[in-house]
C-alpha cells in the first residue's frame, strides 16, 4: 500500500505484472483486515478486457491469494456488486472479496474514502503537470504517458466513488 494506506493501483502493466498487483491487493487487504493467514477467502474479479487473461491465471491467484476455489468468480462485467465487500480497484480490474463478518464496514467506508482522497491528489498533481510547460516541451510519448496515467486515474475515482456511495 501507499504510504496513506490506500491499495489502488493504477498501473495495469503487463500480464503477469497485472496478475501480480491483483495477488499483493488481495493478500494487502487481508493484511489490513486482520484475516487468518491460513483461511481461504471469496473473490469476485470484474476483469473487463483482461479477462482472458486473468482467467488464464485463476490457479495461480487462487495459491499466492488464498481464496477458496469455489467462491471464486471472474467475469468481465458484473449484474450486481456484492455486499459488504472490500472493493480494490487495479487499473481497469475490479477485486472484490466478500468478508462480511470479518470487516467492519465503517472502516471500510474509511479505506474507500482514504483511496478516494489519494486519487484526487494524483488527478490534481497529473493535471497540474499536463497544464504546464511540461505539456508542451516534453517528448510527446512521455506527455501521452502521463495522460494515460490521468485517465486510468479518473477511471478508478469514478469506480471508487461508485462504490462508496
Do not use: C
Not at 59 to 81: C, G, T, W, Y
Not at 114 to 121: F, I, T, V
Request: net charge neutral; charged share 30%.
Amino acid at each position: 500500500p501507499a504510504p496513506d494506506g490506500t491499495t489502488s493501483q493504477t498501473s495495469e502493466g503487463g500480464g503477469f505484472a497485472h496478475i501480480m498487483d491483483i495477488v499483493r491487493a488481495v493478500r494487502n487487504a487481508r493484511a489490513e483486515n486482520k484475516v487468518e493467514l491460513g483461511k481461504k477467502i471469496a473473490a469476485v474479479i470484474v476483469a473487463g478486457e483482461k479477462e482472458e487473461l486473468i482467467g488464464s491465471q485463476r490457479a495461480v491467484i487462487e495459491r499466492l491469494a488464498n481464496i477458496d476455489p469455489a467462491q471464486f468468480h471472474i467475469s468481465a462485467r458484473l449484474a450486481e456488486k456484492p455486499k459488504e465487500a472490500v472493493t480494490l480497484v487495479i487499473g481497469s480490474t475490479e477485486v472484490y472479496l466478500p468478508m462480511a463478518g470479518m470487516v467492519d464496514a465503517d472502516a471500510e467506508r474509511e479505506r474507500l474514502t482514504n483511496e478516494l482522497r489519494a486519487l484526487d491528489k494524483q488527478i490534481a498533481k497529473l493535471e497540474a503537470l499536463l497544464g504546464s510547460d511540461f505539456a508542451n516541451k516534453a517528448p510527446a510519448a512521455v506527455v501521452e504517458k502521463e495522460r494515460g496515467k490521468l485517465a486510468e486515474a479518473k477511471e478508478s475515482r469514478s469506480k471508487l466513488a461508485a462504490r462508496l456511495r
